[in-house]
């Protein structure tokens, strides 16, 4: 069962663009929404991330939305850079904190 | 900034031997766990190990999986008889009380 599933696949942006990517979740239960940033060879790097009793958050050019009642989150890089160029993985967890992540999308943004 | 360490970082292996992948995590977290990542394919929970014992396992976790801490510092990840679909990225992660969870470099493991 597929907990936790992402789109689009891959992105390809200029320089300066606004990279989205969505996520959307099944389980109810699940009250913690990070993402996680992955270059090639490393492991996923904590990035941001979200509870539902918040629709947004920001931390420096990375925005989360959150929309509960569809059970939808979103990450946003604005003013994105060639350094951003990397996997992006969505996650979701409830108490017990086991993660269950998106198949990951893959960010490219073009000097 | 404190991190999650483990080693080694590449590790190749024949079919049926056993491996062992080692983790530091982050000291006064409390929450260690594995993830692992086949090639191109999503992160996927192994276990979870807290107050020195496993608190959940995922239906990859088989009797051909094991994990300890065994002097309060290290966390292996041990795989008794090693197969070819074993051959993955292996995360081990740390948390402290927060929600927080802090990933390794990860090991690679080739099973041959």
């Known amino acids: 069962q597929q907990q936790v599933k992402q789109s689009p696949q891959s992105l390809i942006v200029q320089k300066g663009g606004i990279p989205i990517i969505n996520c959307a979740y099944e389980?109810?239960?699940?009250?913690?929404f990070p993402w996680y940033q992955q270059f090639p060879g490393k492991g996923p790097a904590l990035l941001i991330a979200?509870?539902?009793?918040?629709s947004e958050k920001k931390e420096g050019r990375f925005t989360i939305s959150f929309n509960k009642s569809a059970k939808q989150f979103s990450l946003h890089i604005m003013d994105s850079q060639p350094g951003d160029s990397a996997t992006y993985f969505c996650?979701?967890?409830?108490?017990?904190?086991?993660?269950?992540f998106g198949k990951g999308n893959q960010v490219v943004v073009i000097p | 900034e404190p991190e999650v360490t483990q080693t080694p970082s590449h590790q190749v292996t024949q079919m049926g031997q056993e491996v062992i992948l080692r983790c530091v995590p982050i000291?006064?977290?409390?929450?260690f766990y594995w993830y692992r990542q086949i090639l191109g394919q999503k992160v996927e929970f192994l276990v979870s190990?807290?107050?020195?014992?496993?608190?959940?396992k995922s239906e990859i976790f088989d009797d051909q999986f094991s994990v300890e801490r065994p002097d309060g510092s290290n966390f292996t990840l041990k795989i008794r008889s090693t197969k070819l679909e074993d051959s993955a990225m292996y995360f081990c992660?740390?948390?402290?009380?927060?929600?927080?969870?802090?990933f390794g470099q990860g090991t690679r493991l080739t099973v041959v």
């Open positions: 996650a979701a967890s409830s108490g017990n904190n086991r993660l269950a």
């Open positions: 979200i509870r539902p009793d918040v």
């Open positions: 000291s006064n977290h409390l929450y």
């Open positions: 190990f807290y107050n020195n014992e496993i608190s959940e």
């Open positions: 389980n109810t239960a699940f009250d913690y």
């Open positions: 992660a740390s948390r402290p009380t927060g929600r927080s969870t802090f």
